[in-house]
């Protein structure tokens, strides 16, 4: 998968809401503008989506969301924490078998990649296929 290719060449780059350039920084979205050579404009947006605008957004650009279960490497995701949709990524294939996620965590401030076990299996609620 090619939008894996990308997103991992980017591991390790810094996070930054917003960030858009490889370079420097990069936020969630960016990862997908990257990963997915996505060419639209991006608006501003705050860190917590109002209403339903993050799967608005997604829908727009990826479709309708594809059945949990059918997950695979590729796939873009939207990952809940509470109520909230605030967050993306891109599946991977874990080296030990089995998904992992790309993403940028703003805690450790970087873009890192670690399986789907079943606390983040948990908080992916929609996923997308291109």
């Keep these: 998968m090619r939008q894996v290719e990308r997103a991992r060449a980017l591991l390790g780059v810094p996070w930054e809401h917003q960030g858009r350039n490889i370079n420097i920084a990069i936020d969630c979205i960016g990862l997908l503008v990257y990963a997915f050579e996505i060419d639209a404009p991006i608006p501003t947006y705050s860190r917590d989506p109002v209403a339903t605008e993050l799967e608005d957004a997604m829908r727009d650009h990826f479709g309708p969301p594809i059945?949990?279960?059918?997950?695979?490497?590729?796939?873009?995701?939207?990952?809940?924490?509470?109520?909230?949709?605030r967050?993306?990524?891109?599946?991977?294939?874990?080296?030990?078998?089995?998904?992992?996620?790309?993403?940028?965590?703003?805690?450790?401030?970087?873009?890192?990649?670690?399986?789907?076990d079943g606390k983040w299996k948990a908080r992916i609620r929609e996923a997308y296929r291109r």
Excluded at 67 to 80: K, W
Excluded at 92 to 113: A, C, Q
């Design 67 to 85: 059945p949990l279960e059918n997950m695979r490497p590729g796939d873009a995701v939207i990952v809940g924490f509470g109520k909230c949709l």
């Design 87 to 116: 967050h993306v990524g891109i599946v991977g294939d874990d080296i030990y078998g089995g998904l992992s996620l790309i993403h940028t965590d703003s805690i450790v401030k970087k873009v890192v990649e670690h399986p789907i």
